[in-house]
Nanobody, 119 residues
Framework: DVQLQASGGGLVQAGGSLRLSCAAS????????VGWFRQAPGKDSEGVSC????????HYAESVKGRFTISSDNAKNTVYLQMNSLKPEDTAVYYC????????????WGQGTLVTVSS
């Protein structure tokens, strides 16, 4: 069974940190580009960050540059999103997705994990 499992969300005060995890089963994330997306209430989904070890690419949305860091652990078949200096506007449901090639076409999507940042 091919699955992506996003986890690590929660409630944090502004200025705090969280680390989201995107764990894959049934396939190797090492071969895939992995992206993090988020959707805030009443807003469209936006891309937050993505990484491709195969193509040597890492990208961040302007709104999170310098605060968020994406990384991968091939041994754990997991991609992480370290989120520091969180702001209330970071509140959203965060999703991860995996796809081949670059730019990736995302074939697999995880369920969302809710991040709530209180002011």
């Amino acid at each position: 069974d091919v699955q992506l499992q996003a986890s690590g969300g929660g409630l944090v005060q502004a200025g705090g940190s969280l680390r989201l995890s995107c764990a894959a089963s049934g396939f190797s994330l090492e071969e895939y580009a992995v992206g993090w997306f988020r959707q805030a209430p009443g807003k469209d989904s936006e891309g937050v960050s993505c990484i491709s070890n195969t193509f040597g690419e890492t990208h961040y949305a302007e709104s999170v540059k310098g605060r968020f860091t994406i990384s991968s652990d091939n041994a754990k078949n997991t991609v992480y999103l370290q989120m520091n200096s969180l702001k209330p506007e970071d509140t959203a449901v965060y999703y991860c997705a995996a796809g081949l090639n670059w730019p990736p076409r995302y074939d697999y999507w995880g369920q969302g994990t809710l991040v709530t940042v209180s002011s």
